[in-house]
């Protein structure tokens, strides 16, 4: 079994800056991308920045320049350094990865992790 386990301090005051992580355990062969998407009370869920496995990467308009995505591929995981956070970025955060396992690609999430940005 295949799970996205996200960790990373949670709370923040305005202007602030957090760090998520994002590790895939189990047996995975590949991963070909991996991202972050985030999802507001009552609002759609949106990519936030992703990256491919050689490096390359992709943001959201409002998150460029503010925030970096990076990868570990040897540790399986992805990171997201979060800079001047603002109260309006208070969402759950979920860490995405496309993987190969059980012989077969697939989309894998994880449980999502909640962040609060206080004014």
């Known amino acids: 079994q295949v799970i996205l386990v996200e960790s990373g301090v949670c709370s923040v005051a305005s202007g602030g800056s957090l760090r998520l992580s994002c590790a895939a355990s189990g047996t995975v062969f590949s991963i070909n991308d991996m991202a972050w998407y985030r999802q507001a009370p009552e609002k759609q869920r949106d990519l936030v920045a992703i990256?491919?496995?050689?490096?390359?990467?992709n943001y959201a308009d409002s998150m460029k320049g503010r925030w970096a995505i990076s990868r570990d591929n040897a540790k399986n995981t992805v990171y997201l350094q979060m800079n001047s956070l603002k109260p309006e970025e208070t969402a759950v955060y979920y860490c995405?990865?496309?993987?190969?396992?059980?012989?077969?690609?697939?989309?894998?999430w994880g449980k999502g992790t909640h962040v609060t940005v206080s004014s």
């Open positions: 995405y990865a496309r993987l190969f396992y059980r012989a077969a690609w697939g989309d894998y």
């Open positions: 990256i491919s496995r050689g490096g390359l990467t």
